[in-house]
């Protein structure tokens, strides 16, 4: 079983559209994805219903994801942790035991385009085009994770 991890900040916008299309995409006999955020603002809370919304659109349904906070013993269960932007990467690398753990902790988007660290935007003060935006660099990157994980 490979166990992998979408982080953002608040774990409603950005980490459970990444969690549902990685998820969409892979057998869930063979892998485990969850979702994450790096801050305890929204713990417990469904996601942004823009995110839902735009998951509907492209048949996907993500309505029933609670947001929770990122914590140290992810560390022990995920084998991949994909961060979001480098302030979650600042943040989940400073929980990071050791190199091994660090290792784990990746841009998401440098499965596009690689070692350029680019962020996907924080849609969450912005319009729906910006939640469309997400959606479309998220599908795209985790197209990559998912054949990357299969071959
Ligand atoms: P996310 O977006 O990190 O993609 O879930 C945010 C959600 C909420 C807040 C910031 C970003 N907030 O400040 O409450």
């Known amino acids: 079983m490979t166990k992998?991890?979408?982080?953002?900040?608040?774990?409603?916008?950005?980490s459970?559209?990444?969690?549902?299309?990685?998820r969409s995409k892979l057998d869930d006999d063979k892998f485990v994805v969850?979702?994450?955020?790096?801050?305890n603002y929204h713990?417990?809370?469904a996601p942004d219903e823009r995110s839902v919304a735009v998951a509907?659109?492209?048949?996907?349904?993500?309505?029933?994801?609670?947001?929770?906070?990122?914590?140290?013993?992810?560390?022990?269960?995920f084998d991949l942790i994909y961060v979001m932007d480098e302030?979650?990467?600042?943040?989940?690398k400073a929980l990071a035991r050791d190199e091994k753990e660090l290792a784990k902790v990746k841009f998401?988007?440098?499965?596009?385009?690689?070692?350029?660290?680019?962020a996907v935007p924080d849609p969450y003060y912005g319009g729906d085009d910006g939640f469309e935006q997400?959606?479309?660099?998220?599908?795209?990157?985790?197209?990559?994770?998912?054949?990357?994980?299969?071959?």
């Open 4 to 14: 992998i991890l979408m982080v953002c900040l608040g774990n409603i916008c950005r």
């Open 16 to 22: 459970p559209l990444a969690e549902g299309l990685l």
């Open 34 to 39: 969850d979702s994450a955020g790096t801050a």
């Open 43 to 45: 713990i417990g809370k």
């Open 56 to 77: 509907k659109k492209y048949g996907l349904d993500i309505s029933h994801l609670k947001a929770r906070q990122f914590k140290v013993s992810d560390f022990n269960v």
């Open 87 to 92: 302030s979650n990467y600042e943040n989940v």
């Open 108 to 118: 998401i988007l440098n499965e596009v385009y690689p070692n350029q660290n680019q």
């Open 134 to 151: 997400t959606y479309n660099m998220l599908n795209k990157a985790c197209a990559v994770v998912a054949e990357k994980l299969k071959s």
